[in-house]
């Protein structure tokens, strides 16, 4: 039997969800977060015997404005088709609806290896979390520079502003998944 001719042989490309465990995440400064958050970090809550999940969790905002900050590093797969788009999913809400407005933005930059990153490649804007029910919010980061193997640094910021109101809200992110494009 004949080997395949190059023109004959092809590789499918697929979407593949790669998802990013909360117990990863890390506050700004690289360090693992604790079990309740505190200024300008998220905390770790796991909610115990049949009780709940774990979430992460910002401040609580009442009369005021919290903002809460997380990272985390994800390497692109080495089957990841070079310089395609990238979706962040990420299911968020705010416990209790804010009087004022709940964000959550992101920034995703692609390291040097070295310590050094390039210009942030998420191009969606900061986006409302101002609800009591989950819902799945997606961010673009543009693959045109990103290649197999790549390490992406990623930082996600949640402003819970309440500061017309006393509503006592606080940020949660239940799950984090990447979607790209793979070659099977």
């Known amino acids: 039997m004949p080997f395949a001719t190059r023109s004959e042989c092809s590789l499918e490309l697929a979407q593949v969800l790669d998802s990013s465990p909360l117990q990863n995440i890390r506050g700004s400064a690289g360090l693992p977060l604790a079990a309740a958050a505190s200024a300008g970090q998220f905390g770790f809550v796991v909610g115990g015997w049949g009780t709940g999940g774990i979430v992460l969790e910002g401040e609580a905002a009442s009369g005021n404005t919290k903002t809460s900050n997380a ?10 088709e070079a310089a395609t788009d990238i979706t962040l999913k990420i299911k968020a809400r705010t416990s209790v609806v804010l009087a004022t407005a709940s964000t959550l933005d992101v920034q995703a930059y692609k390291s040097d290896e070295n310590g050094g990153v390039g210009s942030d490649l ?40 309440d500061s017309t109101g006393a509503n006592a809200g606080k940020s949660q992110i239940g799950n984090i998944n990447f979607v790209s494009s793979t070659r099977m």
Do not use: H, K, R
Request: hydrophobic share 40%; aromatic share 12%.
């Open 71 to 80: 990272s985390l590093i994800f390497f692109l797969p080495q089957n990841y």
């Open 122 to 161: 998420c191009t969606t804007a900061a986006q409302s979390i101002n609800s009591a029910t989950w819902a799945e919010i997606s961010f673009t980061i543009t693959g045109t520079t990103l290649n197999p193997g790549d390490m992406l640094e990623v930082y996600i910021q949640c402003v819970a502003d």
